[in-house]
């Protein structure tokens, strides 16, 4: 029978190997899924998969929704290595949006090129004071981040819907749930004529490149990578549980709020209570993807933009429910984590034994 | 004085899907395992029961729908966790996203139906009675259930030889395995058993609660009921008490607004997603009674030695 066995040292082939046998399982069960639904599967995964990358349009769209996955993605893997789960990084994007637009509608009258820097980091510091309660409460009351932040996200969405329907509603609309649009200095310049790709794209991959920096190069990321593997030997060596566990929750929180402006003010170009489609979410299974690492993660990122963007035009062609896109990643999560074993564990055909 | 009634039947109705899931959990946690699905495990159960209760027009058909396919959920959180031996902060958080998934694309023709009134007791005399009659007697089948699980739960392990071993496996695995109990399976089984709870409690809301199907109409609940585990220090009775303070706060939203108190509605929505925070803070800050009362394999993965 099939027998696991520990590997001595985790296997570097597989750490690489085992996102790529993900991605395969993945599409062989999609085919099951879309055979179950009635659909052709093969002209379906080709839709979702490979049709996007034939097209210029697809490939630049590619990017205006792989910005947020990896800017949140950076972010949430950090904390991850150390132990820290944020996962309410959906709440400190719409934090964050909610900043940044609040920011462009308090100067709507006003144009110049500081408008849109200053937007940003009005959406970093709306992101990181969300994510500040859940680290407050967990340093200072011990409560669970998990949860704290999880709660947090309700808030948000309650919130930003309450402040649409409210004082950011455009004056001047027809009573509907929406802000003002944003004015030209108040919206992110386009990359390349004709497409939405916008130059918050550089700025993730400026946030990838950091990251990298920082977790490879700099002594707290090393300090974080060992309160995540071995807690008891960061705390011998001194290192502040505490102070690891702020600092990973103000820079996700600062990155998820930088994806909500970037959003608001990019592809949006105004508040609305629909701003968050689970990017904040998305980004979880990204990280993973990518292997908790920075180059990982803008392959991931990209990688699960893909899927959202054939996820749609699929939707469009052959009619497929939009909840579709949703199991496809669902299920990408559960084999990446089902293959993680490989990593630590090599599978043996061994003979049975008397006592298992 | 009737007002009074239908606030308790109200709150009774809120937190009946929370007894379910929060009872669930805290098996699965005193065997020590931590599973992050109940979200995910209770909107497949929403959408099992209901879909099937559409279907056939029998109630008892779609609450045996959702237990299958809440212990299927578990099942797959197993196979990764204990099999496969996946993180299970992650599988939980990756099974709460394909649940949320899987019922949107299961419902998607379902939407706008309703499932009519599910069948509640009714005794001659008792049931009639004015005040209490309504509230003791003539509440639905999955009410009376959802308490005799909590009282079975609490005998489980109280009294029981395997409410003892399941304790031990959560407390140390180790020492557990050495002694000869098999810990995998007994997890697999406590698995199974909060799997089939969330999935009740997601077809208590969608069956009988509401009812009709809503996408994400689980709207955080499987979250409450997690941290409802904690609030009640693991212990099956508190958990019960914790859920029917979360159906009064429910409540009090819903009919704040019928006592006249000038807020938009979205802030009073908030109110349970904060006033979990608020419980958790309070819980959590004695970290000394905290890590006296969890499971101390909470999360750890076994790998017996060979």
């Known amino acids: ?356 | 004085m009737e007002l009074v009634v239908n606030i308790l039947l109200g709150i009774v109705i809120a937190a009946t899907p929370l007894v379910f899931a929060a009872i669930g959990e805290l098996v699965v946690e005193k065997s020590g395992v931590l599973n992050l699905g109940v979200e995910g495990m209770m909107i497949v159960g929403a959408i099992a029961g209901f879909s099937v209760t559409i279907q056939t027009g029998n109630y008892l058909a779609g609450v045996v729908a959702a237990l299958v396919a809440g212990a299927l959920m578990a099942l797959l959180f197993g196979v990764l966790t204990q099999t496969l031996l996946a993180n299970q902060v992650a599988t939980g958080l990756a099974l709460t996203m394909f649940g949320l998934g899987l019922a949107a694309l299961w419902g998607q023709d379902y939407s706008g139906k309703a499932a009519g009134n599910f069948p509640k007791l009714d005794i001659p005399v008792l049931s009639d009675l004015p005040l209490v009659g309504k509230l003791l007697f003539g509440q639905d089948y999955l009410v009376y259930l959802s308490i005799l699980l909590v009282v079975g739960v609490s005998w489980f392990f109280r009294k029981t030889r395997g409410g003892l071993i399941i304790r031990a496996i959560g407390e140390n695995h180790d020492a557990a395995h050495a002694i000869g109990y098999p810990v995998v399976f007994y997890r697999y089984l406590t698995l199974l058993f909060g799997g089939a709870c969330a999935g009740l409690g997601g077809a208590y809301l969608s069956v009988v609660q509401t009812p009709f199907w809503a996408e994400g109409m689980t709207a955080g609940r499987g979250w409450i009921a997690l941290a409802l585990v904690v609030f009640a220090a693991w212990r099956p009775g508190r958990a019960l008490l914790g859920a029917y303070l979360f159906g009064g706060i429910t409540i009090l939203q819903l009919h704040s607004q019928g006592f006249g108190v000038k807020v938009e509605a979205q802030y009073l929505s908030m109110l349970p997603y904060l006033a979990t925070i608020a419980v958790l803070v309070i819980i959590s800050s004695d970290r000394l009674k905290v890590k006296l009362n969890a499971p101390a394999c909470l999360t750890q993965p076994f790998r017996a030695a060979t």
């Open chain 1, 1 to 356: 029978m099939l027998r696991l066995e520990p590997r001595r040292e985790p296997s570097k082939a597989m750490q690489v190997l085992t996102p790529v046998f993900a991605v395969a399982l993945t599409i062989i069960a999609g085919l099951v899924l879309f055979t179950i639904l009635g659909k052709d599967p093969f002209r379906a995964i080709w839709l979702i998969f490979f049709e996007p990358l034939t097209q210029t349009y697809a490939l630049a769209e590619l990017t205006v929704k792989g910005t947020p996955l990896i800017l949140i993605g950076a972010g949430l893997a950090m904390g991850f290595r150390a132990g820290v789960w944020n996962i309410g990084a959906e709440g400190q994007f719409v934090a964050g949006a909610l900043a940044g637009g609040s920011v462009a509608l308090a100067l709507h009258e006003t144009a110049g090129l500081w408008i849109m820097p200053l937007m940003c980091l009005a959406g970093m510091l709306g992101g990181m004071a969300w994510a500040a309660v859940p680290a407050f409460l967990r340093t200072r009351f011990n409560a669970n981040e998990i949860l704290t932040s999880l709660m947090l996200v309700y808030v948000a969405i309650l919130l930003l819907s309450a402040l649409v329907h409210g004082p950011l509603r455009d004056p001047e609309g027809l009573n509907f749930p929406e802000s003002r649009l944003f004015s030209e200095s108040m919206t992110l310049p386009i990359l390349i004529e004709g497409t939405r790709a916008h130059v918050g794209f550089i700025l993730a991959l400026l946030a990838i490149a950091v990251a990298w920096l920082f977790m490879e190069r700099h002594l707290l990321g090393f300090q974080i990578k060992v309160q995540g593997q071995a807690p008891l030997a960061a705390r011998f060596a001194g290192y502040s549980e505490k102070r690891i566990v702020w600092l990973c929750l103000l820079t996700s929180g600062a990155l998820a709020g930088l994806a909500g402006t970037i959003e608001a003010a990019g592809p949006v170009g105004q508040l609305v209570p629909a701003l968050p489609i689970g990017y904040g979410f998305t980004a979880i299974i990204v990280a993973f993807l990518g292997r908790l690492h920075p180059f990982g993660i803008l392959l991931g990122g990209l990688l699960m933009a893909l899927t959202y963007i054939g996820g749609e035009a699929a939707q469009i062609a052959m009619s497929l429910p939009s909840a579709t896109t949703r199991v496809f990643q669902g299920m990408l999560l559960f084999f990446l984590l089902a293959m993680d074993v490989l990593v630590g564990s090599r599978i043996r055909w061994a003979p049975r034994q008397a006592a298992g």
